[in-house]
């Protein structure tokens, strides 16, 4: 398969102290790949530096392109989405000018059509075709989940990185938005999803890293971590008990 995304000895953290400390990690065009580990492991700074929102060094590759220093509007422009743990949505704002709003980068392209992106979330997410006029604070938890990852998808991005899309809501909504991930999945979108939700996470994702205080300590393929006895042990055994 085509890497879409590789790192090699990445670097990231906050002023002078690194969060993560020279990992690296690939993505293939059309998967979805898993980054689990506990609190405080450095997933969230991972997809944030990536993004271009944190400093970092090291090599970032996308397409076969080296992109490391690129700003983060350029890596917007690239092909590459975030949808960021608090979901930073408008919240005075409805959720079609929501949805409107993550289609910036198809319009700086001047792609044709770019509007009609729209009816694709909706598709996809038919509740929020429901409360298209309502605001965005008005919205649940779930809901607000699905327009962050609408909006998202409005720029139609080579790369969709989500962050603890399960964070706060219900296990039903989980089960949806994991379900959509494994839909996108068959459009040809790569996905990288920091989880930690470890079973929902390897249960839908190809391959998957383990990632703990900074070091990423495992990798290969998503089913054969699940049967991992460290895995289990660490991540899985208090589920399986339940």
Sequence with gaps: MTVLLAIDDFHAGYGKADVLRGISLKADAGSVVTVIGPNGAGKSTLLNALMGVLPSRGRVRFEGRDITE???????????????????????????DNLVLGGWRRKRLKASGWRDTIDTVYGIFPRLKERREQQAAT??????????????????????????????????????????????????????????????????????????????????????????????????GAMQAA
């Design 70 to 96: 690129l700003s983060l509007e350029e890596r917007v422009m690239a092909g590459i989405a975030l949808v960021p743990e608090k979901r930073e949505l408008f919240g005075t704002m409805s959720v079609e």
């Design 139 to 236: 919205l649940s938890g779930g809901e607000r989940q699905m327009l962050a990852i609408g909006r998202a998808l409005m720029a139609q991005p080579k790369l969709l990185m989500l962050d603890e899309p399960s964070l706060g809501l219900a296990p039903l909504i989980v089960r949806e938005i994991f379900e959509v991930m494994a839909m996108l999945r068959t459009t040809g979108v790569t996905i990288l999803l920091v989880e930690q939700n470890a079973r929902a996470a390897l249960n839908v994702a190809d391959h998957g890293y383990v990632l703990e205080t900074g070091d990423l300590v495992l990798d290969g393929p998503a089913q054969r971590l699940a049967s991992d006895p460290r895995v289990i042990e660490t991540y899985l």
